[in-house]
Each structure stands twice: as structure tokens, then as C-alpha cells.
């Protein structure tokens, strides 16, 4: 959920993924965020795409439009969830949430046509 969160707002790859989830406490070593990218990427959420970066290979992983839909659906869950247990006034960030997925809809379909 918060890699396709991730893969939504920009392409991303390996290591940032894993300095990012360490920002949020998780310790997550490549042996694990490979796997969980390959799944991603065999259930059509991702896709990938080598880019050569400082004369290395990168695997860059985006968002696919059905990536974007289970995202959207996992939010609406989150919603429910967090609605119920902080009460009616989480509701009052879901319009935010629409307009700002949106965004991201816009932006992928931009980055895919590329
Ligand atoms: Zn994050």
C-alpha cells in the first residue's frame, strides 16, 4: 500500500524505497523490498523500466492504471477503517484525498504516455 502510494507520485526505485520506509521506522533490507516490488509487478500494479544513472542500471518501478484503481480502493478502506476509529471528523480529509488521487491519476497517465 505505501510503495504503490509511493510509485503513484513519482517512479521509484530500490534503495529510495528502502530509505523511505526507514524514514517511517521500518528496517527493510533490499532482500525483502525486491520481492515485494516483483509481486507488485506480477499482480500488474507496477511496471518497471531500466534508466542508466550515473553509468549504473537502475530498475525504475511505476504505477500501472490498475495499480492506481487498488490504491484507491485500499484508501476507501483506510477511510472506513480510520473513520471508525477516530471518529467523523477523519471524514472531513476526504475530499482532499479525491481531488489529490485525481492529481496523481493525471500525472501517471502523463508519465506512462512518455
Ligand atoms: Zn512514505
Redesign the pocket.
Known amino acids: 500500500m505505501?510503495i504503490l502510494h509511493?510509485a503513484a507520485e513519482h517512479p521509484i526505485y530500490g534503495n529510495e524505497m528502502i530509505l523511505?520506509l526507514g524514514r517511517?521506522g521500518y528496517d527493510i533490507s533490499p532482500g525483502t523490498i525486491y520481492p515485494i516490488f516483483h509481486g507488485l509487478e506480477k499482480a500488474g500494479y507496477l511496471t518497471s523500466r531500466k534508466e542508466v544513472a550515473q553509468g549504473k542500471v537502475r530498475k525504475n518501478y511505476v504505477i500501472t492504471p490498475a495499480g492506481h484503481k487498488a490504491l484507491i480502493r485500499l484508501k476507501g478502506q483506510i477511510h472506513e477503517l480510520t473513520s471508525e476509529v477516530l471518529g467523523e471528523d477523519a471524514l472531513i480529509g476526504k475530499k482532499a484525498a479525491k481531488v489529490s488521487s485525481s492529481k496523481h491519476l493525471r500525472r501517471t497517465a502523463n508519465s506512462l504516455r512518455k
Do not use: G, S
Request: charged share 25%.
Open positions: 505505501h509511493h523511505e517511517h
